[in-house]
């Protein structure tokens, strides 16, 4: 099992609802991430958090919105998406953003279907 | 900025069989080298990783290999069992303005035939 839990697993929403995927990590690590994979891609970064602040944003439209409530939690919420956002979207902590190279784990993601 | 390119994108192998995934990197100044296995319905699990200071890493059956001078480096499955079957990512690790990043290779899908 994962150290990164996600929820939830499956979410099929329209293009006018707004959600909200929600990651929780216990590890005790200070830098979190959303990235978005699409069918046999690998994963596209989007956002990076270091201390609850939002370090990167990787020209992610708007209509995808990040927070970070407290240093084990991580939301992404979801308004007004596209067919094409359709992917699973992974969250993923590290210990920190420092230059020790700290190994990121990655949550089993969860799979959005925009209809 | 940093490019991985991954090969092969497919593999077949027969139970028993070794295993050999190759990725090259383009920006010297990476310094860490994870390796990822993705299984159907799952996210991606760090299996191995390797630092530049290091040229070879092994983990039971798994181990990976790094040539900094050519800028490449390998994931050795020896012994493989049909669990063994799943998409492989490595990536490259670049010191930017907001820390290590992770630059993808494109994926090896391996699947290992009993």
């Known amino acids: 099992d994962t150290e990164v839990t996600q929820t939830p697993k499956h979410l099929v929403m329209g293009m006018t609802n707004k959600k909200s995927l929600k990651c929780e990590q216990h590890?005790?690590?200070?830098?979190m991430y959303w990235y978005k994979q699409k069918a046999k891609k690998p994963p596209e970064l989007m956002f990076v958090?270091?201390?609850?602040?939002?370090?990167i944003n990787e020209s992610v439209p708007s209509r995808f919105s990040p927070e970070c409530p407290n240093s084990s939690l991580l939301n992404l919420h979801l308004h007004a998406l596209q067919p094409e956002d359709s992917a699973l979207y992974l969250c993923?902590?590290?210990?920190?953003?420092?230059?020790?190279?700290?190994?990121?784990?990655f949550g089993d993601g969860t799979r959005l279907s925009i209809l | 900025g940093e490019n991985v390119e991954q090969h092969p994108s497919t593999l077949s192998v027969q139970e028993g069989d070794s295993a050999v995934i190759k990725c090259t990197y383009s920006?010297?100044?990476?310094?860490?080298f994870p390796w990822y296995k993705q299984e159907l319905g799952k996210g991606p699990q760090l299996i191995i990783d390797?630092?530049?200071?290091?040229g070879e890493k092994k983990d039971q059956r798994i181990a990976v290999t790094l040539n900094k001078t050519a800028k490449h480096f390998s994931l050795h499955i020896t012994e493989t069992q049909p669990e063994d079957s799943a998409v492989y990512f490595c990536?490259?690790?670049?010191?930017?303005?907001?820390?290590?990043?992770?630059?993808f290779g494109g994926g090896t899908r391996l699947m290992v035939k009993p």
């Open positions: 958090y270091s201390y609850e602040k939002l370090s």
């Open positions: 993923a902590s590290s210990q920190d953003l420092g230059e020790g190279n700290q190994p990121q784990h």
């Open positions: 920006d010297s100044a990476s310094n860490y």
């Open positions: 590890m005790g690590h200070r830098a």
């Open positions: 390797i630092r530049s200071n290091v």
């Open positions: 990536a490259a690790s670049t010191v930017g303005n907001a820390g290590n990043m992770l630059t």
